[in-house]
């Protein structure tokens, strides 16, 4: 019965096409979930070893099945992340430029964005070596983490000056009044990624420390860094006498204002 059991699940160890011209061997590495960010590394060791042997045999000999597959799509896909990474960057940095309508300001703030990733990829190399694949891929989530704590503390800060603030009192009030819900949307966020770390894949862990560290890190970068970058623009425009743009009254949504306004008439209705 084994016997049966055995010809049916396991294959023969090769074949031999009606030609003679060509052979399929079996051979099934040990490669798991876990196992996906040495996948390219492994099949590259393995070419490695097989590649002595057409010259002595006088054949050609290749990988093929899924693992070669998933070994290519994994080295694209991680080639492919950093463009719509930068992509992404730069769409963000598009949409700040038509609701602020400005220039200036979206754009200094993309630089503190684009820091929290490096330094997330930092910690990455530091605890793991190498970012994994679902790593990888959470960079361009990062990136939307990290613009909605910059449009929290630009909109605190324009409406500041725009009511006729100094500089440095609009970027106290405004991290004041956005500041305690950029920090506890970071942390709860940040938390809810680190509860991962009981899962017993280790390609999930290291995606809970560095989506959880990443969401952090957006979070400082932007308290940090934004005040420097507008306090060097500030001082660019006082300096060549300019106007500032951000001191001027600008639209509101009224769209918005309108649909609040009507729920709160007939709550139920909605409800």
């Known amino acids: 019965f084994q016997e049966i059991v055995n010809s049916v699940l396991i294959p023969e160890p090769y074949f031999i096409n009606d030609a ?20 390219p590394e492994n099949i590259e060791k393995i070419e490695a070893g ?4 057409e010259e002595t045999f006088n054949v050609s000999i290749g990988l093929t099945t ?40 979206p754009i200094v703030a993309g630089i503190p964005l684009a820091a929290g990733v490096f330094w ?20 361009v989530v990062l990136l939307g983490f990290g613009v909605n704590f910059a449009i929290h503390y630009l909109t605190a800060f324009l409406q500041e000056r725009e009511t006729g603030k100094t500089f440095q009192e609009s970027i106290k009030t405004g991290i004041q009044k956005s500041g305690r819900g950029m920090v506890v949307g970071a942390l709860t966020a940040s ?27 957006e979070l400082l970068s932007m308290i940090l860094l934004l005040p420097v970058l507008l306090s060097f623009r500030d001082s660019w425009i006082r300096k060549h006498n300019r106007k500032d743009s951000i001191v001027r ?15 709160s008439k007939i709550p139920f209705v909605f409800f």
């Open 50 to 53: 097989i590649s002595s042997y």
């Open 66 to 105: 899924a693992l070669v597959v998933a070994k290519d799509e994994l080295v694209t896909g991680k080639q492919g992340v950093f463009v719509f990474a930068l992509l992404a960057l730069m769409l963000i940095v598009l949409i700040l430029v038509l609701n602020f309508r400005m220039i200036s300001v």
């Open 20 to 39: 003679q011209n060509m052979a399929l061997i079996f051979i099934q590495p040990g490669f798991g979930i876990d196992d996906w960010s040495g996948l």
């Open 120 to 139: 997330t990829a930092g910690t990455a190399g530091f605890l793991f070596g190498k970012l994994n694949v679902m790593s990888v891929m959470y960079i």
């Open 249 to 263: 009254t600008r639209s509101e949504v009224s769209v918005i204002g309108l649909l609040g306004s009507t729920i």
């Open 191 to 217: 938390a809810v990624f680190f509860t991962f770390l009981i899962t017993q894949s280790a390609l999930v862990r290291e995606l809970a420390v560095i989506a959880g560290v990443g969401t952090v890190f």
